[in-house]
């Protein structure tokens, strides 16, 4: 066909939907164009590197807000503790390198958390529900799956959901950061990791405990008994509630276990960890509304998105401290529910310290803590 004919018919077809071919021509020029700046943003993203500095200091960031949320047991013994099983199965992984930090929240609700960069967090209420050592490393494990794999930082980059500039990724990197940090509290709040995700941060969770010497099916014997207690409870609660359903993961994390055994470790936890469950329905909440949908055990509808304000130059916490206030001032936690829903463990209300506990290790702390996995 030649060209004449082409303009011809294109002209013909323009006339037929009794436009002007001016605005025809107008409409399709600017989705090109939006489709253009769609594809240069998603190269961007997926050509962006974080480095393991930028990453840490995303997470610190994340730490920060979820440590004002809910505080920190003061307690260095049950850090000590949580922090030698933390340690034991980072170092079996690829990135034994990390400044792996390991922290016990103070609430009731039972829920955990992994910041990017190596910072896990483990709620009381988890640790009184977990029944032995085998079950906190299964939990631990998980999370920090999370972690080795990158699962929040790649599922920012994959669902486009920061905005760069022209220069953004070459250039002047702090207010991608911050939007990454902002990002990634919601992420690691709402636990919203897609299916596969999660899946492979069960794998991660089995072969890290079986690794050290745990019995690898033990996280599926703790989600038994997450199952157990929020069966009457909306479906979506607190910690691991996303998809896949819990039973599909329990069935998988056994398979991928088998029937080789190996340590329990019941008997040391029970003297380390002194924690009692608090039963679901028994749980103090943040009073509705008074801490956005993060406090709040009814719904909320999703906001308009909002542009983000501009940025000022410099990365680091103290830059970001201003963003750590009650998530009813932030639109980033304003979701419709969240993966991990509107439960009482995510409406948990928490403790009024947020500072970290120091936790010193030694090589010889660790090799004799080893010594008991039997």
């Known amino acids: 066909m030649s060209p004449q004919i082409r303009t011809v018919l294109l002209a013909v077809a323009l006339a037929a939907v009794g436009l002007p071919a001016y605005a025809q021509f107008g409409g399709f020029d600017g989705a090109l164009k ?48 949580v922090t030698l099983v933390g340690t034991t199965l980072a170092r079996a992984t690829d990135r034994p390198n990390l400044a792996w930090t390991f922290v016990v929240l103070d609430t009731d609700g039972v829920n955990a958390f992994a910041s990017p960069g190596g910072i896990v967090h483990i709620t009381r209420g988890a640790l009184g529900l977990i029944r032995s050592e085998a079950e906190l490393a299964g939990v631990l494990g998980h999370e920090i799956g999370h972690v080795t794999h990158k699962h929040t930082v790649n599922a920012i980059r994959k669902g486009k959901l920061v905005q760069l500039g022209n220069s953004a990724a070459l250039s002047d990197r702090a207010p991608m950061l911050e939007q990454f940090a902002n990002r990634a509290y919601t992420m690691v709040l709402e636990n919203s990791f897609d299916r596969g995700d999660e899946l492979d941060a069960d794998s991660v969770g089995v072969e ?77 909440a943040v009073p509705d509304g008074s801490s956005g949908l993060t406090g709040s055990t009814k719904a909320a509808k999703e906001p308009a998105p909002k542009e983000d304000a501009p940025k000022k130059k410099g990365f680091g916490l103290g830059a970001l401290n201003p963003t750590v206030k009650p998530e009813k001032e932030s639109t980033q936690v304003s979701a419709s529910g969240g993966a991990r829903g509107v439960g009482p463990d995510r409406a948990a209300k928490g403790g009024d310290n947020p500072a970290l506990v120091k936790v010193t290790l030694t090589d010889a702390d660790l090799a004799q803590f080893k010594t008991g996995i039997a």
Not at 217 to 235: C, I, M, S, T, V
């Open 208 to 284: 890290l405990t079986r690794a050290v010497g745990y019995a690898p099916a033990a996280l599926g014997d703790f989600l038994a008994h997450l199952a157990e207690r929020n069966k009457n409870q909306p479906e979506k609660n607190g910690l691991f509630a996303s998809h896949p359903e819990t039973t599909e993961r329990i069935d998988k994390i056994r398979r991928l276990a088998g029937a080789k055994p190996g340590a329990v470790v019941g008997a040391r936890y029970k003297t380390q960890v002194k924690y009692e469950a608090v039963a679901v329905t028994s749980i103090a």
């Open 34 to 81: 939006k489709a253009q700046q769609a594809k240069e943003q998603k190269d961007k993203l997926d050509d962006l590197t974080i480095s393991d500095a930028e990453e840490r200091r995303i997470g610190e960031d994340v730490s920060a807000k979820i440590r004002k949320r809910f505080g920190v047991v003061q307690d260095p013994a049950v850090h000590k503790y």
